[in-house]
C-alpha cells in the first residue's frame, strides 16, 4: 500500500502531469477568464521545465561532488544499489542496462584497483515482476563475466525499495563475518544518493557515499541551454520531483 501511495503522489506532482492538467483546464474553462489563466500558466511552466540551464543548475545543486578514486581509502565492502537493468526483457545470457550502468561498472573499477575488496549488490524484482530475474543477480552475473570473481560478489535478492536495500544489507552483513561496525562505501546514483545515505543510517550500517550516473554537467552558459526548450529538461524535473517525494514519504513513516 505505502508503495503504491508513493507512486500516485508521483504521478499526480510531476511536472508534465501538472501541466497537462493545466492544458486540459484552460480547454474546458476557455470561454472563461481562468480558462486563459491556466493556459497562460501551463505554457510558462511548460517554458521554465524545459529549460536546459535552469535544470542543470538545480540538478547540479541537489547531486553530491564526487571524489577522486584515487584519494579514497580502502573498503572492505563496496555496497551497489540496483535499479539500472531492463527487467522488462526476459533474457538468461546478459544483463540489458538502462541509464544507471555507472553503478556496476564503476563498483568494478573500484574492485580493480583495489578500493573495494568485496562488492554486496541489493535489489529483487520489484512490485511487478515480469520475468524471473532479479536486478541483483544480473548485475552479478554481468561482473563475473566481467573478471570479477563470484567469491568477492554478495547477492542480496529479495529488496524492493531503498528501505529495504538498507535493511536486508544490514540483516546479510550481521550473519555473516564482516564487521558491521566498518565503514562501506555506497555506490548508487548522484541524484538518489541523499534518499539512501539516509535509509542506510537509519538502520545502523556506516557507510561513505560514491555517487554515480550524475544527469547534471558543468554549469555553461550558451544560447542553446538558456533559450533552446529540450525533454530533457523534463526527464531532470522528473527525477528530482520523484526523489523529493520519496524523501519526504521516507520521512513522514519514519524510514530516514
Not at 535499479?83 to 540489458?96: E, S
Not at 542496462?97 to 578500493?115: P, V
Not at 520519496?246 to 513522514?252: D, E, I, S
Amino acid at each position: 500500500m505505502f508503495f503504491y501511495l508513493a507512486q500516485f503522489l508521483t504521478f499526480l506532482a510531476m511536472p508534465l502531469t501538472i501541466v497537462i492538467s493545466l492544458f486540459i483546464l484552460a480547454y474546458i474553462l476557455r470561454k472563461k477568464k481562468l480558462g486563459k489563466t491556466c493556459l497562460i500558466l501551463g505554457i510558462s511552466l511548460m517554458l521554465f521545465f524545459s529549460n536546459q540551464f535552469i535544470s542543470n543548475a538545480v540538478m547540479n545543486a541537489w547531486e553530491p561532488d564526487f571524489e577522486l578514486i584515487a584519494d579514497l581509502p580502502e573498503y572492505e565492502l563496496g555496497i551497489v544499489l540496483t535499479g539500472v537493468t531492463n527487467l522488462d526483457k526476459t533474457v538468461n545470457d546478459r544483463t540489458f542496462f538502462n541509464k544507471g550502468a555507472d553503478r556496476a561498472t564503476q563498483a568494478m573499477q573500484l574492485y580493480k584497483l583495489g578500493k573495494i575488496k568485496h562488492i554486496l549488490i541489493t535489489g529483487g524484482q520489484g512490485l511487478n515482476p515480469t520475468n524471473p530475474n532479479t536486478e541483483a543477480q544480473l548485475l552479478a552475473d554481468f561482473m563475473i563475466i566481467a573478471g570479477v570473481p563470484a567469491e568477492d560478489i554478495i547477492v542480496e535478492n529479495k529488496a524492493v525499495n531503498t528501505r529495504q536495500n538498507a535493511l536486508f544489507t544490514k540483516e546479510m552483513l550481521t550473519d555473516s563475518d564482516f564487521d558491521i561496525e566498518n565503514d562501506n562505501l555506497l555506490i548508487t546514483s548522484a541524484f538518489h544518493m541523499n534518499r539512501a545515505k539516509a535509509c542506510f543510517d537509519k538502520v545502523g550500517l556506516k557507510t561513505k557515499i560514491f555517487p554515480v550516473d550524475y544527469y547534471s554537467h558543468d554549469m555553461k552558459v550558451t544560447f542553446k541551454s538558456l533559450f533552446t526548450p529540450a525533454p530533457e529538461g523534463f526527464i531532470i524535473w522528473h527525477k528530482l520531483f520523484k526523489e523529493w517525494i520519496g524523501l519526504t514519504v521516507y520521512k513522514l513513516v519514519g524510514y530516514i
